[in-house]
T-cell receptor
């Protein structure tokens, strides 16, 4: 089974761009889709990216997702940061019959 | 509109079992799978398992093999999560979530409100 590793925390100023990485430990990052979820305190998670780079309706185009086979990682990029983007972000992927989340990244917008 | 409504908070003693329900509405129940995810206090998300609501097939995380059962009632559009032999480290908020597709491995789009399960003697 593989693991997904995320930075524990990132911080950036309003209006700037931040990228959160999600590195797969074994096997290719391209083998299974990667999803990204946003979770604000006291709330259920919501999807901001699915199937590596697809954005659900209602999610601003400031959010984008990508995968990089050379680093075996997925990335969530948020541009034009707003204070409302401050939250925990989790990547998720799957094996043949099981799922796994990254440990989560706390984004602080200060 | 799609809604997943979960049953209320539970307090259980170590060794007991808990059954959490997740009632779906606003879509054709059997055309999307349902996943279960939990979150211990102050911790990250943990994937628990998945059920095909049409056929009843299930996938479980290794951590829960033998203790977790997911079941579906298509007449009431409800999925049940049954966790047995509870320990204190099972204290968590338990979420159900609708998968994006009927097939496994595509992530989720709608989430329930979460059910707090507290395990304490």
């Amino acid at each position: 089974n593989f693991m997904l590793t995320q930075p524990h925390s990132v911080s950036e100023s309003p209006g700037k761009t931040v990228t959160i990485s999600c590195t797969r430990s074994t096997g290719s990052i391209a083998t299974n889709y990667v999803q990204w979820y946003q979770q604000r305190p006291g709330s259920s998670p919501t999807t901001v990216i699915y199937e590596d780079s697809q954005r659900p309706s209602g999610v601003p185009d400031r959010f984008s997702g990508s995968i990089d086979s050379s680093s075996n990682s997925a990335a969530l990029t948020i541009s034009g940061l707003k204070t409302e983007d401050e939250a925990d972000y989790y990547c998720q992927s799957f094996g043949n019959n099981w799922g796994v989340f990254g440990g989560g990244t706390r984004l602080t917008v200060l | 509109q799609v809604q997943l409504v979960q049953s209320g908070a539970e307090v259980k003693k170590p060794g007991a079992s808990v059954k959490v329900s997740c009632k779906a509405s606003g879509y054709i129940f059997t055309t999307y799978g349902i996943s279960w995810v939990r979150q211990a206090p102050g911790q990250g998300l943990e994937w628990m398992g998945w059920i095909d609501t049409s056929k009843g097939n299930t996938n479980y995380a290794q951590n829960f093999e033998g203790r977790l059962t997911l079941a579906t009632d298509t007449f009431t559009s409800t999925v049940y999560m049954d966790l047995r032999s509870l320990r204190s480290d099972d204290t968590a908020v338990y979420y159900c979530a609708r998968d994006r597709r009927q097939f496994f491995g595509y992530g989720t789009d709608y989430w329930g409100q979460g059910t707090l399960v507290t395990v304490s003697s």
